[in-house]
T-cell receptor, first 115, second 115 residues
Framework: DSGVTQTPKHLITATGQRVTLRCSPRSGDLSVYWYQQSLDQGLQFLIQYYNGEERAKGNILERFSAQQFPDLHSELNLSSLELGDSALYFC??????????????FGSGTQLSVL | AQKITQTQPGMFVQEKEAVTLDCTYDTSDPSYGLFWYKQPSSGEMIFLIYQGSYDQQNATEGRYSLNFQKARKSANLVISASQLGDSAMYFCAMRPSGGYQKVTFGIGTKLQVIP
């Protein structure tokens, strides 16, 4: 158990809908990362937060948004969903120190299916 | 910008044999960290091993070792004495130095261990 909690584990919805994915980082971790894993695409970095502030942004669509709350949990909002948004969405956390050896701890992911 | 390349979509190895999974990277940062993660069929991402760009020795963690060749920008994962439980996707990743930068992942290699 990594200590990172993601909910829900599975989500099935229709095109055009909006969903919210939730992540609770490991106790004490200040940084939260969101990744999208599609078939044959590896892990695509979406966005990173540190102690409530956005720190790095990847290939995140404008239809997607995220935030990190004062209690450090994070939410990823996906709107106007399209079939191509179907993927496994991972949240990861780390301590937030500025160090190259800081590894990520991953949640179990949310499998999103857009029908 | 950093990039991770994993050129082996799939690999087979006989049980108890050693296998090398390739990873090359591209970065302009002088300091960076390299990671390998394992993703079994259950989906979770498991940290395996870390190598710092200034580390003098290759990293080892049990049956995992990292063949780090800085001049060639390669960080290959070596798994010795393969076990059936090693069958999984393996991802190489890099974290640059200098603040809150994203961790970039490769597309992964699917390893299958044959009895």
């Amino acid at each position: 158990d990594s200590g990172v909690t993601q909910t829900p584990k599975h989500l099935i919805t229709a095109t055009g809908q909006r969903v919210t994915l939730r992540c609770s980082p490991r106790s004490g971790d200040l940084s939260v990362y969101w990744y999208q894993q599609s078939l044959d695409q590896g892990l695509q970095f979406l966005i990173q937060y540190y102690n409530g502030e956005e720190r790095a942004k990847g290939n995140i669509l404008e239809r997607f948004s995220a935030q990190q709350f004062p209690d450090l949990h994070s939410e990823l909002n996906l709107s106007s969903l399209e079939l191509g948004d179907s993927a496994l969405y991972f949240c990861a956390s780390s301590a937030g120190q500025v160090s190259t050896n800081e590894k990520l701890f991953f949640g179990s992911g949310t499998q999103l299916s857009v029908l | 910008a950093q990039k991770i390349t994993q050129t082996q979509p799939g690999m087979f190895v006989q049980e108890k044999e050693a296998v090398t999974l390739d990873c090359t990277y591209d970065t302009s940062d002088p300091s960076y960290g390299l990671f390998w993660y394992k993703q079994p069929s259950s989906g979770e991402m498991i940290f395996l091993i870390y190598q710092g760009s200034y580390d003098q020795q290759n990293a080892t963690e049990g049956r995992y070792s990292l063949n780090f060749q800085k001049a060639r920008k390669s960080a290959n994962l070596v798994i010795s004495a393969s076990q059936l439980g090693d069958s999984a996707m393996y991802f190489c990743a890099m974290r640059p130095s200098g603040g809150y930068q994203k961790v970039t992942f490769g597309i992964g290699t699917k390893l299958q261990v044959i009895p």
